[in-house]
Nanobody, 126 residues
Framework: QLVEFGGGLVQAGESLRLSCAAS????????IAWFRQAPGKEREGVSC????????YNADSVKDRFTISTGNAKNSVYLQMNSLKNEDTAVYYC?????????????????????WGQGTRVTVSS
């Protein structure tokens, strides 16, 4: 089970940090990712981390503004979001996949990850 925390209402230009905690398993050798879905739009892969080789990948839309990381605890993952824009408004989901290749230079947004959180809403106002 995955549970996300940290969503809320912020102003454009501000920062927000999302957290995701796994229960019943740890993220060893998993692919971990954050996805989002804005109203009326398809789900979009935002950022992923390949726990096997340590590489991170971001969608172009959040390129240098968002950072995925894990904490000391092996069952936590975070998404640091800086310089937020109105278009970042969405429900954000944490996801994990047993196959670490679900996060690679070939992409990650189109894979059907094994575990999903319930989502946390982020609203960016101007």
């Amino acid at each position: 089970q995955l549970v996300e925390f940290g969503g809320g209402l912020v102003q454009a230009g501000e920062s927000l940090r999302l957290s995701c905690a796994a229960s019943g398993f740890t993220f060893d050798d998993y692919a971990i990712a954050w996805f989002r879905q804005a109203p009326g739009k398809e789900r979009e892969g935002v950022s992923c981390l390949n726990r096997r080789d340590g590489r991170r990948y971001n969608a172009d839309s959040v390129k240098d503004r968002f950072t995925i990381s894990t904490g000391n605890a092996k069952n936590s993952v975070y998404l640091q979001m800086n310089s937020l824009k109105n278009e970042d408004t969405a429900v954000y989901y944490c996801a994990a996949a047993l196959n670490s290749w679900y996060c690679s230079s070939y992409g990650f947004g189109d894979y059907d990850y094994d575990y999903w959180g319930q989502g946390t809403r982020v609203t960016v106002s101007s």
